[in-house]
């Protein structure tokens, strides 16, 4: 959540820096299938203003935060770690996952599922951060109003913050496969109305958050349902190791922006996305008939 707040405030500051007087792009440049607008010199010439601004305001914030900061000693007991490996082992979300046969973290990422997961994850979340690139620059092609862009992105932050919550919380009660699929089928719903969606303003940041809120519940439940299957010690050690699929994410995501919307147009490009999104699900479908399969035997 204090990301979410954090990106709305200083989004907003960095635009009164940098475009007070919310003046319009007005140039367009045509690159391949794909329009851009730029703004006028005179909000260019305010850049190092508003990065003086920013940068008078982490220096507050940080000073802040660290003379804040309070050492506590904390005492750490087996009787903790039993009742925390209980706490997990009752978890409602395991459904039918067993607990782990894997061995060492070399053997976990080696497996199946881990190779099936990083694959989900590396394409399920690319929308969500090609959407980060795109929305601002394609939006304002629609809505040229730089002021309620920033706003969209701050909102958008926000939204990302509680989705983290919202989705941690269902983990409890649904396992990850229903979830998953509930994600999966908001994301290609998002994919087909994008179009129609920006041409106007307040569907278009219903969309975005929508979209933003979505994509947290792709870092919030992988990380979850990889302890759940390798385990609780090996499963830190995993989570670690995954990270790095949401890097490849991001590199399709920007592949998609450089290469493939100039080359094919960005409603072209939506339709792309509801493919690339649609497959994650068989894979994670295949881990999941697996595990159950491994339970029942």
Same mark, same amino acid.
């Given at each position: 959540m204090g990301y979410g707040f954090g990106t709305f405030l200083f989004g907003m500051v960095s635009v009164w820096a940098v475009n007070p007087d &919310?003046?319009?792009?007005?140039?367009?440049?045509?690159?391949?299938?794909?329009?851009?607008?730029y703004f006028t010199e005179e909000v260019y010439s305010r850049y190092p203003y508003m990065l003086e601004c920013l940068s008078i305001a982490y220096f507050i914030v940080g000073m802040t935060g660290a003379l804040l900061l309070e050492h506590k000693t904390t005492h750490h007991s087996?009787?903790?770690?039993? @009742?925390?490996?209980?706490?997990?082992?009752?978890?409602?979300?395991?459904?039918? !996952?067993?607990?782990?046969?894997?061995? @060492?973290?070399?053997?976990?990422?080696?497996?199946?599922? %881990?190779?099936?997961?990083? +694959?989900?994850?590396s394409l399920s979340t690319s929308f969500g951060l090609f959407v980060t690139i795109i929305f601002?620059? =394609?939006?304002?092609? =629609? $809505?040229?109003?730089?002021? %309620?862009?920033?706003? $969209?992105?701050?909102?958008?932050? /926000?939204? &990302?913050g509680l989705g983290r919550l919202f989705w941690g919380t269902l983990m409890d009660y649904h396992t990850f496969y229903d979830i998953?699929?509930?994600? /999966?089928? !908001?994301? !290609?719903?998002?994919?087909l109305v994008f179009q129609t969606m920006v041409q106007y303003a307040w569907p278009y940041l219903f969309l975005i958050c929508t979209v933003? %809120?979505?994509?947290?519940?792709?870092?919030?439940?992988?990380? +979850?349902?990889?302890?759940?299957i390798f385990g609780e010690k090996l499963g830190y050690h995993v989570i670690a =190791? %995954?990270?790095?699929? =949401? &890097?490849?994410? &991001?590199?399709?995501?920007?592949l998609m922006t450089k290469f493939i919307a100039p080359l094919v147009s960005y409603p072209t490009t939506f339709q792309l996305y509801v493919i690339i999104t649609f497959i994650p699900l068989i894979f994670a479908g295949q881990v999941m008939i697996k595990r159950s399969i491994h339970s029942q035997v």
């Open positions: &919310n003046i319009r792009p007005t140039d367009r440049v045509q690159e391949g299938m794909t329009t851009k607008v087996e009787e903790s770690d039993d @009742s925390e490996e209980s706490v997990l082992a009752e978890h409602p979300s395991y459904g039918t !996952i067993p607990p782990s046969e894997y061995t @060492s973290v070399s053997e976990c990422l080696k497996s199946k599922p %881990f190779s099936y997961l990083a +694959i989900s994850a601002k620059p =394609y939006g304002l092609l =629609y $809505i040229q109003d730089d002021h %309620f862009m920033t706003f $969209i992105g701050g909102c958008a932050s /926000i939204a &990302n998953y699929t509930c994600l /999966i089928g !908001i994301t !290609i719903f998002c994919c933003l %809120f979505v994509e947290s519940g792709q870092f919030t439940v992988f990380p +979850i349902v990889l302890s759940q =190791y %995954f990270s790095w699929t =949401y &890097n490849v994410g &991001n590199l399709i995501a920007t």
